[in-house]
């Protein structure tokens, strides 16, 4: 079992930045790809970004591309996403996942284990 808790949401105007964390604990965090969703009322989960264990695969969503960027610190067992210059759009409730597969993936059934989210406002 791997136990996921994020932080780092709040609200933040058009432009801002924030850093969401995802702190792991359980079975060894370092052999997991790790992922950061997202979810605005109304809508599907969508993929955001995602980093393979021994962080030598990265893969972002076009919507992020330029403007987030995930990383991990397997010593603290810990995943970061820096996002950067945000949009009304970005609005949603962020979710860190692991997997328990070494490979980026995409689509959120390919993931194991879930944090339980931090809502993340962007102000117009």
Known sequence: QVQLVESGGGLVQTGGSLRLSCAASGRTFSRYAMGWFRQAPGKEREFVAA????ARTTSYADSAKGRFTIS???AKNTVY???????????AVYYCAARSLD???????????WGQGTQVTVSS
């Open 51 to 54: 980093k393979s264990w021994s």
């Open 72 to 74: 991990r610190d397997n």
């Open 103 to 113: 490979s980026v993936s995409g689509r959120p059934d390919d993931y194991d284990y």
């Open 81 to 91: 996403l820096q996002m950067n210059s945000l949009k009304p759009e970005d609005t």
